[in-house]
């Protein structure tokens, strides 16, 4: 059986840096990280953010490998000594939705971005082409531009389509699945297999399955989720009889993707398309321990009959909804970003002065009309002028809270 990772030392001490490194992105002023980086250096908490505000980041180089050494040498005696995580429910999304996080320490997020950076090798190899978010490059865009391509290109293909969602899928993963996949996949690499485990055996304590937030819970949860689409992928067909060819293999799906736990099937046939979702279905559910939500809906994707008469419904993905001819946004999305831009608009009419919170909030729903066919509403309402606004007073506001800084220092 093919193994992978069988090359990938995490015991080197450029890996545990690296690991620091990319745990300490954008965060390296915060004061608890600053607090473990003083234990760890002649430097206090308050040197060592005059030196992140003088652009003398290089100077803690020092302290990350002492504290590199440190880990490393928990990691080399396998006992990670990690204190107990924290839990918190917040509030995030258009949709409001509530979040149960588990707040680890930094000690702790450290030793997970080490496992993560080990088990990329696995991740690529086992990942579907069409398994999305939370893949570098594989986003809401790849995901669009997948499904609108085949519902553009190929109608016979998705004539019929399928979409289902796991239900509460991070907190319902069967560690001992996960951990039994893992010990399959990477058992030559004694070190990395301890690790992960020893990280899973953690989350298990809890009861809670994987952590959302961590961030080798994402890449875990789509490695745990690829059993299914390569499942989906090619082991799918019925056998048939041809007067031409005798018996042949049909297959039961067209295409399918994945956004997380969100899953999209499409066919030509709706007998097939049911066929493979129970099948679907079975696998989830005896060989994962997931279900599906019992929101899943069956649905004939948007045509027009003969006489131009408009029938069925179109996809829905990663906020995009797909029609035949054009793709536009969610309602929900749709409205917010219009309010965003309109609040902007209207602050700049009366005179008064657009705040970095509106800017923000306005430019970072840009890029949803960007890559939808709203053009007309965009040159209607001037959204291309006033993102170009925001970014400008946000370019200013930011010169401007840096010279403060330097002034302050």
């Known amino acids: 059986m093919k193994t992978y990772c069988k090359n990938v030392d995490i015991e080197d001490i450029s890996m545990m840096e690296l690991a620091i490194r990319n745990c300490f992105k954008g965060k390296w002023k915060r004061r608890d990280i600053r607090n473990l980086l003083s234990r760890h250096c002649e430097y206090t908490p308050g040197k060592i953010l005059k030196l992140l505000k003088t652009g003398n980041k290089h100077m803690l180089d020092g302290a990350?490998?002492?504290?590199?050494?440190?880990?490393?040498?928990?990691?080399?005696?396998?006992?990670?000594?990690?204190?107990?995580?924290v839990s918190r429910t917040v509030i995030e999304g258009a949709k409001q939705k509530e979040r149960n996080l588990e707040i680890e320490?930094?000690?702790?997020?450290?030793?997970?971005?080490?496992?993560?950076?080990?088990?990329?090798?696995?991740?690529?190899?086992?990942f579907g082409t069409w398994q999305c978010a939370s893949i570098k490059g594989r986003g809401q865009l790849y995901t669009k531009k997948g499904v609108e391509k085949w519902i553009r290109t190929d109608p016979q293909g998705t004539k019929v389509a399928i979409q289902c969602d796991v239900r509460k899928c991070y907190q319902n993963i069967d560690i001992d699945v996960l951990i039994a996949m893992l010990e399959r996949d990477i058992h030559k690499n004694?070190?990395?297999?301890?690790?992960?485990?020893?990280?899973?055996?953690?989350?298990?304590?809890?009861?809670?399955?994987?952590?959302?937030?961590?961030?080798?819970?994402?890449?875990?949860?789509?490695?745990?989720?690829?059993?299914?689409?390569?499942?989906?992928?090619?082991?799918?067909?019925?056998?048939?009889?041809?007067?031409?060819?005798?018996?042949?293999?049909?297959?039961?799906?067209?295409?399918?993707?994945?956004?997380?736990?969100?899953?999209?099937?499409s066919g030509s046939n709706r007998k097939?398309?049911?066929?493979?979702?129970?099948?679907?279905?079975?696998?989830?559910?005896?060989?994962?321990?997931?279900?599906?939500?019992?929101?899943?809906?069956?649905?004939?994707?948007?045509?027009?009959?003969?006489?131009?008469v408009s029938h069925g419904c179109p996809a829905d993905l990663a906020g995009y909804v797909y029609k035949r001819n054009c793709t536009v946004l969610r309602d929900h999305i749709f409205l917010k970003g219009r309010r965003a831009f309109k609040k902007v608009k209207t602050y700049l009419m009366k005179g008064y002065e657009v705040t970095q919170r509106m800017a923000q909030r306005a430019v970072s729903y840009y890029g949803w009309f960007k890559n939808s066919n709203l053009h007309q509403f965009m040159e209607k309402y001037g959204i291309e002028e006033l993102q170009k606004y925001c970014k400008r007073r946000l370019s200013y506001l930011s010169k401007r809270n840096r010279t403060k800084e330097a002034l302050a220092c």
């Open 64 to 85: 990350v490998h002492n504290l590199a050494l440190e880990l490393n040498n928990r990691l080399m005696n396998r006992e990670l000594s990690l204190p107990p995580t």
């Open 190 to 265: 004694k070190p990395l297999l301890w690790l992960t485990r020893k990280l899973l055996l953690i989350m298990k304590e809890k009861d809670k399955g994987l952590f959302v937030g961590s961030v080798i819970s994402k890449d875990l949860a789509n490695y745990y989720m690829s059993y299914l689409y390569h499942y989906a992928e090619s082991e799918l067909t019925v056998t048939r009889r041809s007067r031409r060819n005798g018996l042949i293999k049909v297959r039961l799906l067209s295409h399918q993707a994945m956004y997380m736990d969100d899953v999209f099937l």
């Open 272 to 308: 097939y398309l049911m066929m493979a979702f129970r099948k679907i279905q079975q696998c989830l559910e005896r060989k994962l321990h997931l279900e599906f939500k019992e929101s899943w809906r069956f649905y004939y994707v948007e045509y027009e009959d003969k006489y131009g």
């Open 105 to 126: 320490s930094y000690e702790h997020q450290i030793f997970d971005h080490l496992a993560d950076l080990g088990l990329q090798e696995l991740f690529e190899k086992k």
